[in-house]
C-alpha cells in the first residue's frame, strides 16, 4: 500500500508528511485509487508540485484534467465489483427452506407404492407371528423346571503329602 501525501521539498523521501490525501494499492484485483479530491485541488491550486507516478493516478481519476482546465475529466479507475453479501445468502435460502416446508405441510406428498406395501407385509408378518409367539410362552411355562444337579466334591489325593512321608 502507498501513501499519497503532501510533503515539502527540502524534507526527506520518507519525512515527515504534512497531509495524506489518498491510498494507492497496487497489489488488489483491480487497484484501490482513494484520492481526495478536494484536497489535491487545492494543494496543486497554491502551488505543490505532483510527481511522475502521482500525476499518472491523479490522471486515472480525473483531477489532473480538472486541475489542466480540459473537458474529460471522468474517473478510468475500475471499480471491484460489490462482494458478496453472505447474511443476505443466509436470509434468502432461509426463506426459501421455510416456504418449502410450509407447501409440504398444504400438500403432504403421498407415500411411496412400496413403502405401503413393506408396512403391510409387516402388519402381516406381527398378525401371524403374535399367535406363535404366544405358544412358544406357554409351552415355556408348562415345562416343568429341570432337576437340579448336584455336584459332590471329591477330595483330591495329596500325592505331595504321600511323597514327603516316604522320604
Do not use: C
Not at 478510468?76 to 453479501?85: N, T
Not at 406363535?132 to 503329602?161: D, K, L, N, R, Y
Amino acid at each position: 500500500m502507498y501513501r499519497i501525501v503532501v510533503a515539502d521539498s527540502r524534507t526527506a523521501r520518507n519525512g515527515r508528511a504534512i497531509e495524506e490525501i489518498g491510498i494507492y494499492q497496487p497489489k488488489e484485483d483491480p487497484s484501490i485509487i482513494r484520492i481526495n479530491a478536494e484536497r489535491v485541488a487545492y494543494w496543486l491550486g497554491v502551488g505543490a508540485q505532483a510527481t511522475e507516478p502521482v500525476v499518472a493516478l491523479l490522471k486515472l481519476t480525473g483531477d489532473w484534467q480538472k486541475f489542466k482546465g480540459e473537458k474529460d475529466t471522468t474517473s478510468k479507475v475500475r471499480v471491484a465489483p460489490p462482494k458478496a453479501d453472505h447474511f443476505a445468502k443466509y436470509e434468502k435460502a432461509l426463506k426459501e427452506n421455510l416456504a418449502e416446508r410450509e407447501e409440504e405441510e398444504k400438500n403432504p406428498r403421498p407415500k411411496p407404492v412400496v413403502a405401503a406395501k413393506v408396512e403391510e407385509v409387516v402388519a402381516e408378518v406381527k398378525e401371524e407371528a403374535a399367535p406363535v409367539a404366544e405358544e412358544a410362552v406357554a409351552e415355556v411355562v408348562e415345562t416343568p423346571a429341570a432337576e437340579e444337579v448336584v455336584v459332590e466334591e471329591v477330595p483330591a489325593e495329596a500325592p505331595a503329602a504321600e511323597e514327603a512321608k516316604s522320604e
